[in-house]
């Protein structure tokens, strides 16, 4: 072979060489020609962990083998390239869940907190007698022991605060910590009641509401914001922006980190006030119901007309945003908010007695599952995962 033609082929060869070796280190970091616009793109991928985790999963209608196993936990679908993907999981005797996910270059989106609402019948686990709802966890209080509570409480504050005439309770929660020790309110003060040791005593002679953060009992009055320790029995009054008027207030609640305030004016309107940095954030008016998620992220409200909303506060590199804005289907004004203990899904209890179990992210759809249709009440215990509600056939129970 003549010298000319050896270095032609030669030189042939180290460009095809360079240019597949290209090729496949550009393939194997993730990049694709996209045919479409004649360009190559990094591709991205969808991480995907679901309970339960024995599901099947689709990509724009076509099934995805999912990884779940012994070994691995979750399912990642990687080499897909920018842009939007619908996602559809099922499982037998399960509700589905479907997505639709906008997948950017060089990233991974992470759904780890998919839960699939079962389908199969409810355990009835209490006849409609049995108090083992009104009970669990010690968390609400039946009509009987509010009865019971009432007259141990106006007999010890007559006999040993010298306060004579029985008074109404007006709002009653026990101990973070016991369940026979409680923090009463009345009309015009604030109590601690003790019912093992029979021992009542006076916090504040005129609080308007109050809550709990950890071991701390904390309540406004004209005065102010204050807070008492309920081991160490001794009590200081709290800071707050002066454009924060306590005479307008109707009711508060901290969050679990006790960092973040929520204020519920009488005029309706709701604001968060951020502890640390002394921010106040309106949230809109009319709202009549809101609660915390168990890290603190998150906060959901409704308005008394139905709408639901779920606002992300700033911690971390998680922005300060709506995560839903006024979800207004399919219930019909929300009286009840729980959250689940994952702080991605919420339970509602509407006007209509029905149960709804709502995922909370800001990619559509919204997934909604109707749980039940006629309750008389609720209970999230995250004890044992599980869903307990009131009808009156009885008391059931879901595992979730």
Do not use: C
């Given at each position: 072979?003549?010298?000319?033609?050896?270095?032609?082929?030669?030189?042939?060869?180290?460009?095809?060489?360079?240019?597949?070796?290209?090729?496949?280190?550009?393939?194997?970091?993730?990049?694709?020609?996209?045919?479409?616009?004649?360009?190559?793109?990094?591709?991205?991928?969808?991480?995907?962990?679901?309970?339960?985790?024995?599901?099947?999963?689709?990509?724009?209608?076509?099934?995805?083998?999912?990884?779940?196993?012994?070994?691995?936990?979750?399912?990642?679908?990687?080499n897909?390239?920018?842009?939007?993907?619908?996602?559809?999981?099922?499982?037998?005797?399960?509700?589905?869940?479907?997505?639709?996910?906008?997948?950017?270059?060089?990233?991974?989106?992470?759904?780890?907190?998919?839960?699939l609402?079962p389908?199969?019948?409810?355990?009835?686990?209490?006849?409609?007698?049995?108090?083992?709802?009104?009970?669990?966890?010690?968390?609400?209080i039946?009509d009987?022991?509010?009865?019971?509570?009432?007259?141990?409480?106006?007999?010890?504050?007559?006999?040993?605060?010298?306060?004579?005439?029985?008074?109404?309770?007006?709002?009653?929660?026990?101990?973070?910590?016991?369940?026979?020790?409680?923090?009463?309110?009345?009309?015009?003060?604030?109590?601690?009641?003790d019912?093992?040791?029979?021992?009542?005593?006076?916090?504040?002679?005129?609080?308007?509401?109050?809550?709990?953060?950890?071991?701390?009992?904390?309540?406004?009055?004209?005065k102010?914001?204050?807070?008492?320790?309920?081991?160490?029995?001794?009590?200081s009054?709290?800071?707050?922006?002066?454009?924060?008027?306590?005479?307008?207030?109707?009711?508060?609640?901290?969050?679990?980190?006790?960092?973040?305030?929520?204020?519920?004016?009488?005029?309706?309107?709701?604001?968060?006030?951020?502890?640390?940095?002394?921010?106040?954030?309106?949230?809109?008016?009319?709202?009549?119901?809101?609660?915390?998620?168990?890290?603190?992220?998150?906060?959901?409200?409704?308005?008394?007309?139905?709408?639901?909303?779920?606002?992300?506060?700033?911690?971390?590199?998680q922005?300060?945003?709506?995560?839903?804005e006024?979800?207004?289907?399919?219930?019909?004004?929300i009286?009840?908010?729980s959250?689940?203990?994952?702080?991605?899904?919420?339970?509602?209890?509407?006007?209509?007695?029905?149960?709804?179990?709502?995922?909370?992210?800001?990619?559509?759809?919204?997934?909604?599952?109707?749980?039940?249709?006629?309750?008389?009440?609720?209970?999230?215990s995250?004890?044992?995962?599980?869903?307990?509600?009131?009808?009156?056939?009885?008391?059931?129970?879901?595992?979730?």
């Open positions: 072979m003549p010298s000319k033609v050896r270095k032609i082929l030669f030189l042939t060869l180290t460009i095809i060489f360079v240019l597949i070796g290209t090729i496949l280190v550009l393939y194997s970091r993730g990049a694709r020609f996209d045919f479409k616009n004649w360009e190559i793109v990094q591709t991205g991928g969808i991480y995907l962990k679901s309970e339960p985790a024995d599901v099947e999963i689709q990509v724009d209608g076509e099934p995805v083998k999912n990884k779940s196993g012994l070994l691995q936990s979750g399912t990642l679908i990687n897909l390239k920018p842009g939007t993907y619908k996602i559809f999981i099922q499982a037998q005797d399960y509700h589905s869940w479907e997505k639709e996910i906008r997948v950017v270059s060089s990233t991974v989106a992470v759904f780890d907190g998919i839960i609402f389908k199969q019948k409810a355990e009835l686990v209490a006849s409609p007698t049995d108090k083992l709802l009104l009970e669990l966890n010690g968390k609400v039946n009987s022991e509010l009865i019971r509570l009432s007259s141990i409480f106006n007999q010890l504050k007559e006999r040993q605060l010298h306060l004579p005439g029985p008074v109404p309770i007006k709002k009653i929660l026990p101990y973070p910590y016991n369940d026979q020790k409680f923090v009463i309110m009345t009309d015009h003060a604030l109590y601690t009641l019912t093992e040791k029979r021992a009542v005593s006076q916090v504040s002679p005129r609080a308007k509401d109050f809550t709990f953060v950890g071991n701390e009992v904390f309540w406004f009055e004209d102010g914001l204050s807070n008492f320790n309920l081991i160490l029995r001794n009590q009054q709290i800071n707050f922006p002066q454009e924060l008027k306590v005479a307008e207030w109707s009711k508060i609640t901290f969050s679990p980190s006790g960092e973040i305030v929520a204020i519920l004016k009488k005029n309706n309107e709701f604001v968060i006030w951020n502890r640390s940095t002394s921010k106040v954030t309106g949230l809109g008016k009319g709202i009549t119901h809101f609660a915390f998620s168990p890290d603190s992220k998150k906060i959901a409200f409704a308005k008394e007309t139905g709408p639901l909303s779920v606002y992300g506060i700033k911690d971390g590199a922005e300060e945003k709506y995560i839903l006024s979800v207004s289907h399919p219930w019909t004004g009286t009840k908010i959250w689940h203990e994952d702080n991605n899904y919420l339970f509602l209890e509407d006007k209509q007695s029905k149960l709804y179990f709502v995922e909370v992210n800001d990619y559509p759809p919204v997934n909604v599952v109707k749980a039940v249709t006629k309750i008389k009440n609720f209970i999230y995250k004890d044992d995962n599980s869903l307990y509600w009131q009808d009156p056939q009885g008391i059931w129970r879901v595992k979730l």
